[in-house]
C-alpha cells in the first residue's frame, strides 16, 4: 500500500517542479525581453534597428526559458535518483 503512496507523491512532486519551471522561465523570458524592450523604447528606434532589437530579445528570451526549464527539470531528476 505504501508503494502507491509514494508513486502517488512522486508524480505530485514532479507536478509542482514542472509548474515551478515554467514559472519561472516566464519571468526570466520577461525580463531578458525588457532589456531589449526598454532601451529600444527609450531611444525610439523605429524601422529595421528597432524590429531587430525586438527579434533578438524575443530569441534570447525563448532560449533562456528553455534554458530554465532544462535546469530546473534535470536538477530534479539528479535529486529524485539521488534519493533526496
Known amino acids: 500500500m505504501d508503494m502507491g503512496r509514494?508513486?502517488?507523491w512522486e508524480k505530485d512532486?514532479?507536478?509542482v517542479e514542472i509548474m515551478?519551471?515554467?514559472?519561472t522561465a516566464g519571468f526570466l523570458a520577461a525580463i531578458v525581453f525588457g532589456a531589449f524592450l526598454v532601451p529600444a523604447?527609450?531611444?525610439g528606434t523605429s524601422g529595421?534597428?528597432?524590429r531587430s532589437l525586438l527579434v533578438v530579445g524575443?530569441?534570447?528570451a525563448a532560449g533562456a526559458a528553455v534554458w530554465r526549464v532544462v535546469r530546473v527539470l534535470r536538477r530534479f531528476d539528479g535529486r529524485r535518483h539521488q534519493g533526496r
Open 20 to 23: 515551478f519551471a515554467l514559472v
Open 6 to 8: 509514494e508513486s502517488r
Open 58 to 60: 524575443a530569441v534570447l
Open 41 to 43: 523604447l527609450a531611444v
Open 13 to 15: 512532486a514532479m507536478t
Open 48 to 50: 529595421p534597428a528597432g
